[in-house]
């Protein structure tokens, strides 16, 4: 199994991540920590919560960043909705988060387990650019980032950049320069990888799970009739199914002030950083093969 610790803010599309990470029998998830994103630190902090108790699983959740380490916060609420998570009546009784903050979760459950970890991150980089600040230490003991965010071709914030990283770029920035191999699961592959219409209706009648998938992923304001980018369930399909993504490795780099403020830029020739690389970035998926595995996943599940 993949050991992986998420660090997220639910939001419809991190919902369905969680949704695998907590049901596939491969993944075996740690700790979830949020983050400031999609809405307040609050509220995906309580939504984690609500998608842990919906499948009644007993993974710790330790709340994170309420804001960017320097750039004012900005929410996604005109995309997912006021409270990150609407259309769907989860149990109210929530489990409580940790006593400690996200950052000692991590600390705590990245020194204490006997093999490294992987990151998945899905919102801004926060956290992690935190941790790695104040204890350097774990960066040897973390296999990997697989994380949701930037792009080599367009934004969905500005023309240049993707929402996760256009949220804190100066967390991208020091994420990039950890040293950790990163793979990037950038736009270039989830606008590619919709989640078809067909599919969606699939999921209504599926079981419970796909009931509340649907109902909560009807209401994102990027659907359309092309269907829907279920951007943070790429980071989950890629440790399970890496046969289905092109990569390509590179060096990035993170733009942090100016116009370009929050693109990831890639050395696509490998010329300016003389062949040196520090992420590995998915450029294609097989479309088809993740709709069909989304469908597959939730039909194992409740
Ligand atoms: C990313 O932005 C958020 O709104 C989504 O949850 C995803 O993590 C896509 O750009
Ligand atoms: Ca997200």
């Known amino acids: 199994t993949i050991k992986i610790i998420m660090d997220t803010d639910p939001g419809i599309d991190d919902a369905a991540a969680l949704t695998m990470a907590l049901n596939d029998p491969e993944i075996d998830l740690k700790l979830i920590t949020t983050v400031a994103g999609?809405?307040?630190?609050?509220?995906?902090?309580?939504?984690?919560?609500?998608?842990?108790?919906?499948?009644?699983?007993?993974?710790?959740?330790?709340?994170?960043?309420?804001?960017p380490l320097i750039k004012e916060f900005e929410d996604a609420a005109r995309i997912h909705g006021e409270s990150g998570m609407p259309g769907y009546d989860f149990p109210e009784d929530l489990p409580t988060p940790l006593a400690k903050t996200a950052v000692e979760a991590l600390r705590d459950e990245i020194m204490s387990s006997d093999e490294p970890i992987t990151l998945v991150p899905?919102?801004?980089?926060?956290?992690?650019?935190?941790?790695?600040?104040?204890?350097?230490?774990?960066?040897?003991?973390?296999?990997?980032?697989?994380?949701?965010g930037g792009s080599l071709g367009m934004g969905n914030m500005t023309s240049a950049a993707e929402f996760n990283v256009f949220t804190d770029p100066d967390a991208a920035k020091i994420v990039y320069q950890s040293g950790i191999p990163?793979?990037?699961?950038?736009l270039d592959i989830t606008m590619k990888a919709l989640l078809t219409?067909?599919?969606?209706?699939?999921?209504?009648?599926?079981n419970e799970t796909g009931k509340m998938l649907h109902d909560i992923i009807i209401n994102d304001g990027d659907n359309s009739d092309d269907g829907i980018a279920m951007h943070d369930v790429n980071t989950i399909f890629y440790l399970l199914h890496p046969e289905a993504i092109t990569t390509k490795d590179m060096w990035v780099d993170v733009i942090t002030d100016?116009?370009?403020?929050?693109?990831t830029v890639g050395d696509i020739r490998g010329a300016y950083h003389d062949g040196k690389t520090n992420a590995s970035v998915c450029v294609d998926i097989d479309a088809q093969a993740f709709n069909k595995w989304f469908l597959e996943e939730v039909s194992k599940i409740k």
Not at 182 to 186: K, Q
């Open 258 to 263: 100016g116009p370009a403020i929050g693109e």
């Open 38 to 67: 999609n809405v307040t630190v609050d509220k995906t902090t309580k939504n984690a919560q609500k998608i842990v108790r919906f499948f009644n699983k007993d993974v710790p959740v330790a709340a994170g960043a309420k804001q």
């Open 182 to 186: 990163i793979v990037m699961v950038g």
């Open 122 to 148: 899905t919102g801004s980089y926060t956290n992690i650019a935190l941790l790695f600040s104040e204890y350097p230490e774990v960066k040897d003991h973390i296999e990997r980032i697989v994380a949701m």
């Open 197 to 206: 219409p067909d599919s969606l209706s699939q999921l209504e009648h599926m």
